[in-house]
């Protein structure tokens, strides 16, 4: 358990960095997370910054699917050129082999996850934006 959470942890460091250095050098010198429309994240205080914090999720959701399936393909390339261990007696090889299978099938996982996570946090903020649209 303790290992799926420091992968968890490391996947979303390198995905908030990688956003990070581009809402960064699209925003100005700050290195406060921002939205698609350069404000800074915080709390949405209105529709708008509602509807721009559901573009940043939708952004981030797909940065998360690109990259499972980036590993998805590189997993594909590898195992064409390595194969895949059978029935056969393990070697070496196979066996890291196998590790890499598992290395990249728990990193397309977490992967997935912060996609499907990052979708439903765009969802609900779209949904506060336009619930704070019609009572104005």
Same mark, same amino acid.
């Given at each position: 358990?303790?290992?799926?959470?420091?992968?968890?942890a490391?996947?979303?460091?390198?995905?908030?960095?990688?956003?990070?250095?581009?809402?960064?050098? %699209?925003?100005?010198?700050?290195?406060?997370?921002? =939205?698609?429309?350069?404000?800074?994240?915080?709390?949405?205080?209105?529709?708008? &910054?509602?509807?721009?914090?559901? %573009? !940043?999720?939708? @952004?981030?959701a797909? $940065? !998360?699917?690109?990259?499972?399936?980036?590993?998805?393909?590189?997993?594909?390339? !590898? =195992?064409?050129?390595h194969?895949?261990?059978?029935?056969?007696?393990?070697? %070496?090889?196979?066996?890291?082999?196998?590790?890499?299978?598992?290395?990249? =099938?728990? !990193?397309?996982? @977490?992967?997935?996850?912060?996609? $499907?996570?990052? @979708?439903?946090?765009? &969802?609900?903020?779209?949904?506060?934006?336009? &619930?704070?649209?019609?009572?104005?």
């Amino acid at each position: 358990m303790q290992q799926t959470w420091k992968g968890i942890a490391a996947l979303i460091m390198a995905a908030a960095l990688s956003l990070g250095v581009a809402a960064v050098g %699209a925003a100005g010198s700050s290195n406060e997370p921002r =939205d698609t429309q350069g404000a800074q994240l915080g709390v949405p205080q209105t529709p708008d &910054e509602h509807f721009g914090r559901a %573009a !940043y999720y939708k @952004e981030k959701a797909a $940065a !998360y699917s690109q990259e499972a399936e980036t590993h998805r393909k590189m997993f594909a390339d !590898y =195992d064409k050129k390595h194969g895949s261990p059978g029935a056969k007696a393990l070697t %070496a090889q196979d066996a890291a082999i196998t590790k890499m299978r598992k290395h990249c =099938d728990d !990193y397309m996982k @977490e992967a997935e996850t912060l996609a $499907a996570q990052a @979708e439903r946090f765009a &969802e609900f903020h779209r949904m506060l934006g336009e &619930e704070m649209k019609t009572k104005k």
